[in-house]
């Protein structure tokens, strides 16, 4: 009885293992396809986004020139809409000069000055723009490759550089 029990049990965990393991060379190929196909469109769709000026990224990670790299937990975001930017991002540094009141950092929405844009070249896209806060002249160095992770760096006139990275939404 014991035997009988094991050999159907066994037979049972073959017959489970085999037919969940199993993938025809076509199903393979249209599951690698789709893969190919959603990429491509990712691809297409970042590439008009920026062609545009119309885009907006993400931040997940802080990397400051003191303190290394810290994740960011809140939305913070760049965005980019036609001539003007919205710079939602946090700030730790050193301030070489002080301002008077409460500052605003990089969290302001201001037109931007100048944008130039190289295009794609080895599959990033790289981006400089330019915009002036209320309380500084600050340059704005933008990565993006076609999936649509992004780098950027921050250099204000009047405090230390920051960089954060991210994907673009």
């Known amino acids: 009885m014991r035997t009988r029990l094991l050999s159907v049990t066994c037979l049972f965990a073959g017959v489970l293992l085999f037919g969940c393991s199993t993938m025809t060379k076509a199903e393979g190929e249209t599951k690698k396809a789709r893969k190919e196909a959603k990429k491509a469109e990712r691809a297409e ?3 008009k986004a920026l062609d545009n000026r119309h885009y907006k990224i993400g931040i997940d990670l802080m990397i400051t ?6 994740p960011v937990t809140s939305d913070w975001e760049l965005e980019v809409k036609g001539d003007t930017l ?8 050193v301030a070489y000069e002080a301002t008077y009141g409460r500052s605003t950092g990089l969290d302001f929405t201001a037109p931007i000055n100048s944008y130039e844009d190289s295009g794609f070249h080895k599959g990033k896209r790289s981006i400089r723009l330019q915009a002036r806060s209320d309380e500084d002249l ?4 933008i990565e993006v490759t076609s999936d649509g992770s992004a780098f950027i760096d921050v250099t204000p006139r009047k405090r230390e550089g920051i960089s954060f990275s991210g994907n673009m939404e």
């Open 86 to 93: 919205v710079s939602y991002l946090p700030y730790f540094g």
């Open 45 to 47: 769709y970042v590439a």
């Open 138 to 141: 600050i340059d704005y160095y």
């Open 65 to 70: 020139r003191r303190m290394g790299s810290k």
